[in-house]
């Protein structure tokens, strides 16, 4: 027999499910930025046109110095089913083909996570240190093409 080992300092010790409520559809869905900068972060529009310029300078960026591939993947889709739930802190990356959760972010929302990371989450701020403020909307525009067939994965 081990040592005995109280079941509440073990509950402590791994943490719950931070959002049990929610099936997965919702869990992701959920904004992500708090309720009090919500709003204003709606207001931040994508200054650059989705041009292929921008979309290639943006492809360049999240496979290469911004480094989003690693988690993110060349398709977009996260770790999807590779990884079991519980390897990273916090949720899975998004799938970024998901044009549910595509229509469910405005570009502000998704800015904001640049500026502040996803709390809880394997997700880390990148502005100012290794994006500019023109290169996350760049990358951004890359995250957008995902949601249409042409662009995004086979690209
Ligand atoms: C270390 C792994 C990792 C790296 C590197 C990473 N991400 Fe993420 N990202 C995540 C995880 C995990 C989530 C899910 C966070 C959540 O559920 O709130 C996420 C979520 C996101 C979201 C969605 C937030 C939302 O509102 O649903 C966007 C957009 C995003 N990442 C963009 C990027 C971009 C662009 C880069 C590169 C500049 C990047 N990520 C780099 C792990 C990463």
């Keep these: 027999m081990g040592p005995y080992i109280p079941i509440m300092v073990l509950v402590a010790a791994v943490g719950l499910p931070s959002s049990p409520v929610f099936g997965a559809d919702e869990a992701i869905l959920k904004p992500r930025v708090p309720i009090g900068q919500i709003e204003e972060a709606r207001t931040w529009i994508n200054p650059l046109p989705a041009t292929e310029e921008t979309i290639e300078k943006g492809k360049k960026l999240f496979r290469g110095k911004a480094f989003c591939v690693t988690c993110h993947g060349k398709d977009g889709k996260g770790f999807g ?28 929302e998704l800015f904001w996570i640049l500026k502040n990371g996803s709390k809880g989450t394997a997700m880390a701020p990148f502005i100012p240190l290794i994006l500019t403020e023109e290169e996350a909307w ?18």
Excluded: M
């Design 81 to 108: 089913g590779d990884i079991e739930p519980g390897t990273l802190k916090g949720p899975l990356p998004r799938n970024f083909t998901d044009k549910e959760w595509q229509s469910a972010r405005t570009d502000g």
């Design 138 to 155: 760049q990358v951004l525009r890359y995250v957008r093409s995902f949601a249409t067939e042409e662009q995004g994965a086979g690209r």
